[in-house]
């Protein structure tokens, strides 16, 4: 059964500080796997997208990483704001972006205090 | 900067009423889908299209109909909304887009039934 599973379901940090993120998923076949970040109330917006190749990806104090031999990926948040506060989703595309569906994890809740 | 639009943002209803969650998209997409998705939980696929006069059932059922007249609406209508009802409604959509093959998300609509 293609699954995501997020690790932790909740995070506190202080502000400055950084954070990692886990997903573990089990679809297959793989295509792309993306992490996005939503706001409450808010729709996702997208921080990266990975293909198989593809090891790691930045996007500004947000990198992300993926290992397709072990189905693991993480986000790491470097020097956390208050705005990073937000829910912190994995997905996970089969076959292409294309043709394929996503396949959504239930999201991390991430809250920066002061 | 949302290039997919959704209204309302909010909408308190009575039971009985027949509504319509509106939903477009300015970047020529093809795909447009409709998620259903509660507090702290997974987002779920309701419905999907993938051009005009297209429309097809998600994985999750769900007694709201959507329509595909024109390639940039995509509007779900429930004809007579219950509590059940109640949730975050997103739409999304897909294709490409000047910086790759793109997947983006409304900011969705919270729907309550009361």
């Known amino acids: 059964k293609n699954q995501v599973e997020q690790s932790p379901q909740s995070l506190i940090i202080l502000e400055g500080k950084n954070c990692t993120l886990q997903?573990?998923?089990?679809?297959?076949?793989?295509?792309?796997l993306r992490w996005y970040k939503q706001d409450t109330g808010r729709g996702p917006v997208s921080l990266t997208i990975m293909t198989f190749s593809e090891n790691t990806k930045s996007n500004g104090r947000y990198t992300a990483t993926l290992d397709a031999d072990t189905k693991q990926s993480s986000l790491h948040i470097t020097a956390s704001q208050l705005s990073d506060s937000a829910s912190y989703i994995c997905v996970v595309s089969d076959r292409g972006s294309t043709l394929g569906r996503l396949y959504f994890g239930r999201g991390t809740q991430l809250t920066v205090w002061p | 900067e949302a290039d997919i639009y959704q209204t309302p943002r909010y909408l308190v209803i009575g039971t009985g009423k027949k509504i319509t969650l509106e939903c477009s998209q300015t970047m020529g997409h093809d795909k447009m889908y409709w998620y259903q998705q509660d507090p702290g939980m997974e987002l779920h696929l309701i419905h999907y299209?993938?051009?005009?006069?297209?429309?097809e059932k998600g994985d999750l059922s769900s007694e709201s109909t959507v329509s595909r007249i024109r390639t940039e609406h995509f509007p779900l209508t429930l004809e007579s909304a219950r509590p059940s009802h109640t949730s975050q409604y997103l739409c999304a959509s897909s294709g490409q887009t000047g910086r790759g093959y793109g997947y983006t998300f409304g900011s969705g609509t919270r729907l309550t039934v009361v």
């Open positions: 299209s993938y051009g005009v006069n297209s429309t």
């Open positions: 997903c573990n998923y089990t679809v297959s076949p793989f295509s792309n």
